[in-house]
């Protein structure tokens, strides 16, 4: 089972910064605004998380039945160590045909191929690498540039990338962009870390989201560093979006320049990209009722966000327009929230930690009949595997 005490205390810290930016939440929507019907779409073909074990991480694959339900897969080590827990989005990647994962206690980088004959075998591509930093907790791949870039979160922090092919594996890592966090090896609680790294849509940016410290009027940032020729650039713009104060996970938000990320002081907020790199804060989801609002994805078929808490069990929809609340789905599986979460076809995946009460588990949902029409249809008990982090969907 997972602990959730970090969670949990930095709950109890951010709790006067909550009532502070907490205002009246958005309504419900009309679900007639855009059509609202049943999507056809491919099943994914299975999902893909880590043990994170402190002696032997491993990466477990579970295959997707066609009603989108998850059935029992394999375990495949990652020839690293991990470290419970990375309180990140982003540890596991999968593009194309190859699967990336990060191992935190060994401040390495795996990658793997996927068999095309089956989803469940996994075979090293080449030895794990240094990620150029320490107690690395959050990754992006580009197929487009052929690069992976890394958030490391330790004593030594910050950004590295390396260039990656299908036929030779990894190659090193470029020079750190340095953060000064301030943090130990492993970092000393969730404030002053970093949380999430992505591309944006066009993949001309790296974006990487980094929590604050509220408690000293600290927000943390979004750092922008643009791709230039093929290159992730070493130059950074920094900002700190009004509004904000412990950026969490993020995920881009179709069609704009745009991202959608979390903030367990309110729920959720879209933060634009300018053309000069630097961010503005744009539409807020002020969730009611929420605890540590912390991961997001994107349905393809409904289009919207759904975002996770790691304190309140439930999958909270969202419009991707005003990030106005279209759906509150609460859960009666006896868990005490959910982590990281991925969305694929007409199917949404999200980590189960596990509690006193229920054993960690993935929960399954089903968007099939359009926003604002979630439904869970399955709860797959997981606990054998122990402190999981991650989630990836191999479509």
């Known amino acids: 089972?997972?602990?959730?005490?970090?969670?949990?205390?930095?709950?109890?810290?951010?709790?006067?910064?909550?009532?502070?930016?907490?205002?009246?939440?958005?309504?419900?929507?009309?679900?007639?605004?855009?059509?609202?019907?049943?999507?056809?779409?491919?099943?994914?073909?299975?999902?893909?998380?880590?043990?994170?074990?402190?002696?032997?991480n491993s990466v477990i694959a579970l295959p997707i039945s066609q009603d989108g339900t998850l059935r029992a897969g394999t375990s495949t080590p990652t020839g690293g160590a991990g470290s419970n827990p990375l309180e990140s989005q982003g540890a596991v990647h999968v593009a194309g045909n190859l699967l990336f994962t990060l191992n935190a206690g060994t401040s390495t980088l795996s990658l793997f191929t996927i068999s095309p004959d089956s989803p469940l075998d996994l075979t090293p591509l080449g030895p794990s690498i240094p990620t150029g930093g320490d107690f690395p907790v959050t990754l992006a791949v580009s197929l487009t540039l052929s690069v992976v870039c890394v958030g490391n979160t330790g004593a030594v922090a910050g950004v590295a990338c390396a260039t990656f092919s299908a036929e030779k594996g990894l190659g090193q890592m470029d020079s750190l962009r340095r953060f000064d966090l301030g943090q130990s090896t492993p970092p000393a609680g969730l404030p002053n870390t970093v949380s999430d790294i992505l591309f944006d849509e066009g993949e001309t940016k790296l974006l990487v989201t980094v929590k604050g410290t509220p408690e000293v009027a600290n927000p943390g940032f979004l750092s922008v560093f643009p791709v230039v020729n093929g290159v992730v650039s070493t130059t950074e713009t920094r900002s700190s979006p009004p509004g904000t104060g412990f950026l969490f996970g993020s995920v881009n938000i179709p069609g704009t320049?745009?991202?959608?990320?979390?903030?367990?002081t309110f729920g959720a907020v879209a933060l634009n990209i300018r053309p000069n790199n630097t961010a503005?804060?744009?539409?807020?989801?002020?969730?009611?009722?929420?605890?540590?609002?912390?991961?997001?994805t994107v349905s393809p078929s409904t289009n919207t966000a759904f975002v996770t808490d790691a304190v309140v069990n439930r999958l909270v929809e969202l419009d991707l327009v005003d990030l106005s609340v279209i759906t509150v789905l609460n859960l009666t599986n006896g868990n005490q929230g959910m982590l990281d979460l991925q969305a694929a076809?007409?199917?949404?995946?999200?980590?189960?930690?596990?509690?006193?009460?229920?054993?960690?588990?993935?929960?399954?949902?089903?968007?099939?009949?359009?926003?604002?029409?979630?439904?869970?249809?399955?709860?797959?008990?997981?606990?054998?595997?122990?402190?999981?982090?991650g989630m990836a969907v191999l479509g």
């Open 257 to 264: 320049n745009s991202i959608l990320a979390t903030d367990p």
């Open 280 to 296: 503005t804060s744009g539409a807020f989801a002020r969730i009611a009722g929420q605890a540590a609002t912390c991961w997001a």
């Open 345 to 389: 076809g007409n199917f949404i995946y999200a980590l189960n930690p596990g509690n006193a009460n229920a054993s960690s588990a993935v929960a399954v949902f089903d968007v099939s009949e359009g926003r604002g029409n979630v439904k869970q249809i399955q709860s797959f008990a997981i606990a054998e595997f122990g402190h999981v982090q």
């Open 1 to 56: 089972m997972h602990s959730l005490g970090p969670l949990l205390s930095t709950a109890l810290i951010l709790a006067p910064l909550i009532n502070a930016l907490a205002v009246s939440p958005f309504h419900n929507r009309d679900n007639n605004r855009r059509p609202n019907h049943p999507r056809q779409a491919e099943v994914p073909k299975a999902i893909y998380f880590i043990t994170n074990d402190r002696t032997s």
